[in-house]
């Protein structure tokens, strides 16, 4: 903060803008607020925190903001996990918590016009109520659609429907400078100028802010089945995912859980699924399909087709869950960070690698890990290559070389760092160290050309 | 060009990069060079084709013409519709006819790498031997993935699978300043950093130049059927289409003719859709509904239950075509913008609003057509709102006028100037004229943060 400014003027100013009962400073700062779900890192506690209530008072704020130095971090429902919503101490830490409004369902052109603040559970059950869906389902419904802006979040059903930039259409947004934009609108595509939608999308809060939120609505086919297949070899589930997105049954859930995931997950999920001894024992993985239809009969006639497919390809047994079963073992993968964090993990990390590098990205992490005296263990989604991680290793060196190792590995196999929690805080090293620099320093003119003061979420992607 | 190097002197350089036999200059340069399909503006003479083979001769190309400050516009096959590939005086155009090549369909991770030249329809003809479909399909299938790259071209199966920017994922591409950067890859997400594929993509060849596009491909169906449905009033047509999109039928084309432009197609193609006089005397327009199934028996079931929702929705009658006839109103749907160039049209353009907004958009635009003397006809993309209208206007400022008018119409009504042919040279002004100042600023930003010599396509998108 410049010197000619006082915390105190500052405070005046941000609290002329949110009104007095929504700003907070000092000890009126909970915990809450001074960070996400990031294992590692710890708390900032930030200077001031505000809830705005508009789009007008947010972009008030980024002018005061720019105007004072003063870093600002967006905040959603802070289910990050890169900690892309973890204040700078001293910092702005806005809160989207009263901006959660849906503020329309069209049933026309099927699109919902949400606030940041809104949560997923709470849009999906609004969507439910019109026959539609926004089908982006990271694992933490509590998350925000602001949040999942930010970071680009994807999900389970990402094999069928895409990731947040393939179901956001429009934004309007804050920019640092303090103006208001629109971009996109409920239209499904622009060739009008740079995409600017896109550009904001993944850029985890440090290009402009989004104040609201235009996103693509599907029809929602009401039958759905799951199928469960444990594989002998990692190896034969892999080489399975190509076969079964080939046949055209269009999985809209297309899941790997190793061995050691699904005990632990079935374990604290109290879940039955059937499975014997025998294979449990030997099966070195599973894989998890979902399959929907508008129709019961066609969707029972692909199930038994999927059945005929994986076990051609391997399976060694075929399960067929009922309801209640199946959407226990999908809330078990969904809480899978809740696993791996409750068992001591020290990370979580979600490398993307193409799905048939996923064998040998395994492989290579597993010794990576076997060398460094770690442990990696995981599931992931078998349809994007993407690998999710936990990652046990106490010492905070010797797990920055197991990452960046990890990271180089995957990068190396023509994938990227994150698929979907984002750089953040906390894997922007590794990131600065192995991205192009090339590609860093465009990245790093293309924030300027947006935030030339620097004030929105300094330290995350860069330094 | 600086005075310190001579024409001469500077196609030394690009002729050292390229090799002699593949730098034009002077006569040597055809007519084809110096135009695209644009229907305004006429022919611009470059100074200078180069046909590199490589990326690495791209960049060389870029740095060189940055060092000298030479404008660059880049052409795959030509056949954009706003003059993106429309060289400037004296600059250097580069052809890429020579890096045509489609370096391999990828089966496992269902992707595709080509070298932008590569048109649609060999890409077709290879993804076809593999059981695989690259989904893009705008009407000129003549046309180069690099160019669709640029404008981010859509096309009829747009409905179902998105524009381009969803089916790319990942470039290689040459920066002005010289560099090769490789984003994304063959992976379907990524939340490392910018998304700079996403920013490229649609930027009309002024950030960077792709040198090698990773297409996603899917599988390719196999049983597909053509409805035609007549409709008394076109808000019967827009009325329909989120009730047969919530359906859950999922139809891959879904298209609206109107009554002048279904005669003159069907005139110029010879086609015999069996549609009796007294339907097509008082039809204001079709709804052309497309499906495709893995299963032949679904299809059917499909093709029935949507005969029976149109027919509820107020169609006059329900053809389910032949094979033949299926495939010829497709085409001469393809070819409407040749039918309208032949019949004389002064331009052709591609607005975009939200699809419950087509009618108002349309009555208001013939209102203006009228008031100025002119005519509007036209078919369009019904499932998306993306209204192409042939423009009949001779007088260059009535056609300014009545264009800038019409835009503005589609902007207020929440749409955008373009929804897949581009901004170009030719709709530039109004653009400029109309777009949200604080937005321009920032892409022009961007621009610079990209190309700080400006030379990339200059003229194209800004001034």
Known sequence: MPASATHGDVATKFSETVGVGNLLTGDAITEDYCHDEALTGGLRRPGFVAKPATAEQVAALLATASEHGISVTAR?????????????????????????????????????????????????????????????????????????????????????????????????????????IRTGGRISKVSSGYDLTQLIIGSEGTLALATEVTVKLVPRLTHGATVLAPFEHFEAVVAAVPKIIGSGLGPNILEYIDNLTMAAITHSAELQLGVPDAIRDTAEAYLVVALENRDADRLEGDVETLGELVTELGAMEVYVLDGPSARKLIEAREKAFWTAKAAGANDVIDVIVPRTAMP???????????????????????????????????DDDKRHDLLHRIFETGMALGGAISGEHGIGREKKAHFLALEDPAKLELMRRIKQSFDPAGVLNPGVIFD
């Open 76 to 180: 959603g429902s802070g289910s990050g996990l890169s900690a892309g919503a973890r204040p700078r101490d001293g910092g702005l830490l806005i809160s989207f918590e009263h901006m959660n409004a849906v503020l329309e369902i069209d049933t026309e052109n099927h699109v919902a016009v949400v606030q940041p603040g809104v949560t997923l559970s709470e849009l999906d059950e609004r969507t439910a109520a019109a026959g539609l869906a926004y089908t982006v389902y990271p694992g933490e419904l509590s998350a925000s659609v602001g949040g999942n802006v930010g970071t680009n979040a994807g999900g389970m059903r990402a094999v069928k429907y895409g990731v947040t930039r393939n179901n956001v259409l429009g934004l309007q947004a804050a920019l640092p400078t303090g103006e208001l």
């Open 360 to 394: 040998e990205f395994l492989t290579k992490s597993r010794e990576i890990a076997t060398e460094t005296g770690s442990g990696v263990i995981g599931c992931g989604h078998a349809g994007d290559g993407n690998v999710h991680l936990a990652v046990f290793q106490a």
